[in-house]
C-alpha cells in the first residue's frame, strides 16, 4: 500500500527550510521595528517638550507677578487654577523629574525664585535624556526660555546643541 505525503509528515530538510525563512524575515524585521520605536520615541519627546513650554508660557503670561514656576507641580489638574494649580499639564508631566515614552525628563528654573513671593522666574530648562541610549532613542533634547526645541546625537543635549 503506498502512502501519501500526508500520511509520513514532513522531512527534516523540509522543516529546516522553513525555520530558515522564518529566521531570515525575522532578521529583518526585527531591527526595523526598533529604529520605528526608537524613532517614535523621539517625535513624542519633542511633542511632550512643546506642551511643556506652551504650558509654562501660559502659566507665565497668566501669572506676571510668578514667571516662570519653580517647580513643574505648580502646573498640574486642579478645579479652579490657581498659581498653586494651574491645571496645564496632566499629572504624570506635571513633576519636575519623570519618565515617559523611554526618555527621562527633568525641569530647572535657572533665574528668579517663581514662587510668586520674590523675584519672577525669568529663566528655565528642560532635559529629555533617553533612558537606554540607542534602545529608546538616539538623541537627546533640550529646550530652555528661547522655546527652541535642541538634539544631540550623543543624547546629551544643552543650549549649545543644533535645532531640530
Not at 6 to 21: F, H, P
Not at 39 to 47: C, D, F, G, K, R
Not at 118 to 124: I, M, Q, R
Given at each position: 500500500?503506498?502512502?501519501?505525503q500526508?500520511?509520513?509528515?514532513?522531512?527534516?530538510?523540509?522543516?529546516?527550510?522553513?525555520?530558515?525563512?522564518i529566521?531570515l524575515?525575522a532578521?529583518i524585521?526585527?531591527?526595523?521595528?526598533?529604529?520605528?520605536?526608537?524613532?517614535?520615541?523621539?517625535?513624542?519627546?519633542?511633542?511632550?517638550?512643546?506642551?511643556?513650554?506652551t504650558?509654562?508660557t501660559?502659566?507665565?503670561?497668566?501669572?506676571?507677578?510668578c514667571?516662570?514656576p519653580?517647580?513643574?507641580?505648580?502646573l498640574?489638574?486642579?478645579?479652579?487654577?490657581?498659581n498653586?494649580?494651574?491645571?496645564?499639564l496632566?499629572?504624570?508631566m506635571?513633576?519636575?523629574a519623570?519618565y515617559?515614552t523611554?526618555?527621562?525628563?527633568?525641569?530647572?528654573?535657572?533665574?528668579?525664585?517663581?514662587?510668586c513671593t520674590?523675584?519672577?522666574?525669568?529663566?528655565?530648562e528642560?532635559?529629555?535624556?533617553?533612558?537606554?541610549?540607542?534602545?529608546?532613542?538616539?538623541?537627546?533634547?533640550?529646550?530652555?526660555?528661547?522655546?527652541?526645541?535642541r538634539?544631540?546625537?550623543?543624547?546629551?543635549?544643552?543650549a549649545?546643541?543644533?535645532?531640530i
Open positions: 500500500m503506498r502512502r501519501t500526508l500520511e509520513k509528515g514532513y522531512s527534516l530538510i523540509e522543516l529546516l527550510v522553513v525555520v530558515a525563512i529566521l524575515i532578521a524585521a526585527i531591527p526595523n521595528y526598533f529604529r520605528s520605536k526608537m524613532s517614535a520615541n523621539e517625535a513624542a519627546t519633542v511633542n511632550n517638550l512643546r506642551g511643556m513650554t504650558a509654562l501660559i502659566y507665565a503670561l497668566t501669572f506676571k507677578e514667571g516662570y519653580n517647580t513643574l507641580t505648580k498640574q489638574p486642579a478645579s479652579p487654577p490657581t498653586i494649580a494651574a491645571s496645564l496632566e499629572a504624570g506635571a513633576q519636575d519623570f515617559r523611554g526618555y527621562n525628563y527633568s525641569f530647572r528654573l535657572l533665574g528668579g525664585v517663581g514662587d520674590g523675584a519672577p522666574g525669568n529663566d528655565f528642560i532635559e529629555a535624556k533617553p533612558a537606554i541610549l540607542g534602545r529608546t532613542g538616539m538623541r537627546g533634547f533640550y529646550v530652555n526660555t528661547t522655546l527652541v526645541i538634539g544631540d546625537a550623543d543624547g546629551d543635549a544643552d549649545l546643541s543644533p535645532p
